[in-house]
């Protein structure tokens, strides 16, 4: 909260918060799982013609996970494409962690696809998210066939 408080000020005092200042908001949006003040801010950053970095994403990404949200996340990820931004493995791992947390299944096993397609691998936690989102979607043989043989 103090972090975005400060934002505020800065722009009641008409200073013109940079790329760093919102990418710090978004990160302390992050922080507690508000996910609208993220995807707000991302969209403000636009508004002032400022290019989110792949740091504000990814802030944005984790703060859906953590307020599981993962609606916002798809078009996330496609703004980043956009702007010609590459997810990376912080991204995904949030991105399926949104998807676990929700219960997405299909969404989770999409982004691991997409993450192993992109990035020509996947790692330790978007495996066990993905795991974790078909375990609670009740899809114990997608789980399985995760697993490496």
Known sequence: ??????????????VVPDLI?????????EKGGEWPWA?????EMAEL??????IAYNAAVSACERGRCWQPVLGLLDAM?????RPDEITYTA???AAAACF????????????TMQTGTSNLAVLSAALAACGFGMQPWRAV???PA
């Open 1 to 14: 909260d103090r972090a975005l408080a400060l934002l505020r000020e800065m722009q009641q005092s008409r």
């Open 21 to 29: 200042s919102f990418s710090a908001a978004i990160s302390a949006a």
């Open 39 to 43: 995807l707000a801010l991302l969209s």
């Open 49 to 54: 013609s400022l290019k989110p970095g792949l």
């Open 81 to 85: 494409r956009r702007s010609r931004l």
């Open 95 to 97: 991105a399926v962690g």
């Open 104 to 115: 997405n299944w299909v969404m989770a096993l999409n982004l691991l696809n997409d993450m």
């Open 145 to 147: 066939e995760l697993l």
